[in-house]
Structure formats: C-alpha cells, structure tokens
C-alpha cells in the first residue's frame, strides 16, 4: 500500500514543455544560478524506496507534486531490514 503527500504552490504553474522536463537533472526556468536539483532528488528518493512522484499543473494555476511512498507495514520487518543494511 502506497500513502501520498501533496505538496502545493501557488505559483504560476509550468507549460507543458516545462512539465516534460521537470525532473531532468539542473533543468530550470531561471535566468540564473543552478537549479533543477530539487525534483530530480525527490523522483530518485521515490523511486528507490518503491513509491513514485507525479506533478499536475496548469500554467496560470499553480502546480501540485503528489509524492507516494510505500506504507511500512510491520515494525519487526523494518528493525530486520535496517540491521541487514549495517
């Protein structure tokens, strides 16, 4: 089971053409300075706990990143995992 947060702004949203390049690594809409490091760090995190980050945005509207991670279902199983990382 997946449980997800939506994170909302209320900013000006992305175009379509900015949407397909979100999570492209140092991908920004800014004139200067590094960016499009942000996106990128969440989708890999997401992806490598087995949950996933989707955006929805309308340009003028804002724009809403739905992160969803894998629910933990059982305690034991987690204390197990952890010490097997060690």
Do not use: H, N, W
């Not at 949407?19 to 996106?39: C, E, N, Q, W, Y």
């Not at 990143?65 to 952890?82: E, F, G």
């Amino acid at each position: 089971m997946r449980r997800g947060c939506r994170f909302i702004d209320s900013g000006i949203g992305m175009t379509q053409e900015t949407m397909v390049r979100a999570f492209d690594p140092l991908f920004t809409t800014k004139g200067k300075g590094l960016g499009g490091i942000s996106l990128p760090m969440v989708k890999r995190f997401a992806e490598e706990t087995g949950g996933s980050v989707d955006l929805e945005s309308t340009f003028g509207s804002g724009t809403t990143v739905i992160l969803r991670l894998p629910a933990m279902q059982d305690r034991q199983d987690y204390l197990q995992d952890d010490r097997s990382v060690r």
